[in-house]
């Protein structure tokens, strides 16, 4: 038993294993890091385009009475990830960034399109 125990020797393919699963461990641990370190340029520039995308298709599709996909072309460049909605008994626009913000402009007389209160 003991011969047995001295002649083993790891495998190339157990030692990758084990050191891949700790580097896969270590890049998980620095996203995370980087994640948390931008975390507030993230959000912030998540509300700001949920904001400025509800509030210019509000305007675009209550307004002026364009249909809602074509207001897309009034966004600026980097727009891409903000998703809209219309809900058109209450004339509102909903637009979303990922799971990250959520943004509601209301077509209001007198005063346009209005964004919901932030409550913060």
Do not use: Y
Not at 39 to 67: K, L, M
């Amino acid at each position: 038993m003991l011969v047995a125990l001295l002649r083993w020797r790891p495998s190339i393919s157990w030692l990758w294993r084990r050191w891949a699963g700790r580097g896969v461990l270590v890049l998980m641990t620095i996203g995370l890091g980087v994640v948390a370190w931008f975390w507030p340029a993230i959000s912030g520039n998540a509300v700001t385009a949920a904001s400025v995308g509800a509030r210019i298709a509000c305007s675009c599709h209550f307004v002026e009475g364009r249909p809602l996909k074509q207001c897309r072309d009034d966004f600026e460049p980097g727009m891409g990830m903000v998703t809209l909605s219309a809900d058109e008994s209450a004339k509102s626009v909903t637009a979303r960034v990922l799971v990250l913000s959520r943004q509601t402009a209301t077509l209001r007389e007198g005063a346009g399109c209005v964004l919901e209160s932030w409550g913060g």
